[in-house]
């Protein structure tokens, strides 16, 4: 089994296809507080805990061996709508959580057949990393920032901005509070934008053939500019 391949289809956000392709019909796991047994719940859970979450899987440390794998993995979970009922803790748009699981991996072939896995409590032990660049889960932090951006007020959006952030226009930049930002950000529908590119230090939007840049400082955005 390639596991660097599994990752690939776990960060995905395609639970179907990813339950479809990587485990057995007859599928097990357990975490000392429930079993889940064959594909059919197997995929149920995959629904419930991904109903409106970004779930990334970063990999810590781990081994193989010829029958199965074990990893570390520090799992982040963005919320792109309110869930109240999330297993590890209430969520509102735009929020993030990070959670260490410790996983066995039993395998068949190149799919696998049992999962046995532990965890920490939320953000015990874990790493993190900026919250916004090129990195898979801080391009799932931007789809949350952008949640939390159209919800109500968009005040959980803050969270995504630098203490001091730039707005450009025609005549040049100026400096903004963060409730004068969001709305701006919100007018110029970065809320329903097209991430077209990302980097460490700018996200690129598309917003209906509108450019815009996103600059970014330490992961926090900075900078608005249509380009």
Not at 82 to 110: H, Q, W
Not at 112 to 136: D, E, F
Not at 175 to 194: M, N, P, W, Y
Request: with cysteine; aromatic share 12%; glycine share 10%.
């Amino acid at each position: 089994m390639d596991f660097t391949t599994y990752i690939d289809a776990f960060n995905s956000g395609d639970y179907v296809n990813l339950v479809d392709q990587w485990f057995t019909e007859d599928v097990v796991w357990e975490d000392g507080g429930q079993t889940v047994t064959g594909r059919d719940e197997w995929l149920n859970l995959f629904h419930f805990v991904r109903n409106g979450i970004r779930e990334i899987f970063r990999p810590i440390t781990g081994f193989d061996g010829p029958s199965g794998h074990f990893r570390e993995i520090d799992m982040d979970f963005h919320a792109l709508k309110s869930r109240p009922d999330f297993p590890f803790g209430p969520l509102a748009p735009g929020d993030m959580m990070t959670v260490k699981f410790f996983i066995i991996y039993e395998c068949e072939g190149n799919r696998i057949r049992r999962l046995k896995a532990a965890t920490w409590p939320v953000n015990y032990g874990t790493s993190k990393l900026p919250r916004l660049g090129a990195h898979v889960t801080q391009r799932a932090a931007f789809q949350a920032f952008q949640a939390a951006l159209a919800h109500e007020h968009g005040a959980n959006a803050r969270q995504y901005l630098a203490a001091q952030l730039q707005i450009g226009s025609t005549g040049g930049t100026r400096s903004s509070s963060h409730e004068d930002a969001i709305g701006s950000l919100r007018e110029a529908g970065v809320a329903t934008a097209t991430l077209k590119d990302a980097r460490d230090d700018e996200l690129l939007l598309d917003a209906g053939g509108r450019l815009m840049r996103l600059g970014l400082q330490n992961g926090l955005i900075s900078q608005f500019e249509l380009v």
